[in-house]
T-cell receptor, first 114, second 110 residues
Framework: NAGVTQTPKFQVLKTGQSMTLQCAQDMNHNSMYWYRQDPGMGLRLIYYSASEGTTDKGEVPNGYNVSRLNKREFSLRLESAAPSQTSVYFC?????????????FGSGTRLTVV | SQQGEEDPQALSIQEGENATMNCSYKTSINNLQWYRQNSGRGLVHLILIRSNEREKHSGRLRVTLDTSKKSSSLLITASRAADTASYFCATDARDDKIIFGKGTRLHILP
């Protein structure tokens, strides 16, 4: 099925553990994004990749790293998880300028850090 | 940075009724977008309206844009149980990004 695929769907980590959230899209989109969604805070941009080979910080990048592995895949890594990173994480992609085309979102990863 | 702000925060209506939610923003925009998020799912892009458009339709959805008032409305006609979701507006921000509001939670009562 065409779209944005995120894995895993659920994850529980202990404080200090590391993990990588995976995202892949099969729509040949150029730009990919990672957001986190918290109650009362809306969606906040963590990192984005405007094109293959480039990555840039968003609004809340601290504690995260990203890798644009190829045009299809964009991963988000938590090196040392903290309870404040408990959230729902969404990957999104767009074919061109997001202001002109809008996002296609994945179904999310619900992460709990204990 | 500017942000779209949805109103009301929550809305409950009977199935079959129309639902209207609003979005206000602070500075001039080129485009405004509406998204839907069903519980436990990702956001789905519903409609994009450009600053030179006043109204746009997609199925049971009608979006209006009033640039003089810096506001937009989303009307869902003949609501169904499946319309129960959160609805977000997203407005242009600098550096070619968009910013989401905090959403309106719509609950359709049987």
């Amino acid at each position: 099925n065409a779209g944005v695929t995120q894995t895993p769907k659920f994850q529980v980590l202990k404080t200090g553990q590391s993990m990588t959230l995976q995202c892949a899209q099969d729509m040949n989109h150029n730009s990919m994004y990672w957001y986190r969604q918290d109650p009362g805070m809306g969606l906040r941009l963590i990192y984005y990749s405007a094109s293959e080979g480039t990555t840039d910080k968003g609004e809340v990048p601290n504690g995260y790293n990203v890798s644009r592995l190829n045009k299809r895949e964009f991963s988000l890594r938590l090196e040392s998880a903290a309870p404040s990173q408990t959230s729902v994480y969404f990957c999104a992609s767009t074919v061109g300028r997001v202001q002109s085309y809008g996002y296609t979102f994945g179904s999310g990863t619900r992460l709990t850090v204990v | 940075s500017q942000q779209g702000e949805e109103d009301p925060q929550a809305l409950s209506i009977q199935e079959g009724e129309n639902a209207t939610m609003n979005c206000s923003y602070k500075t001039s925009i080129n485009n405004l977008q509406w998204y839907r998020q069903n519980s436990g799912r990702g956001l789905v892009h519903l409609i994009l309206i450009r600053s030179n458009e006043r109204e746009k339709h997609s199925g049971r959805l009608r979006v209006t844009l009033d640039t003089s008032k810096k506001s937009s409305s989303l009307l869902i006609t003949a609501s169904r149980a499946a319309d129960t979701a959160s609805y977000f507006c997203a407005t242009d921000a600098r550096d070619d990004k968009i910013i989401f509001g905090k959403g309106t939670r719509l609950h359709i009562l049987p």
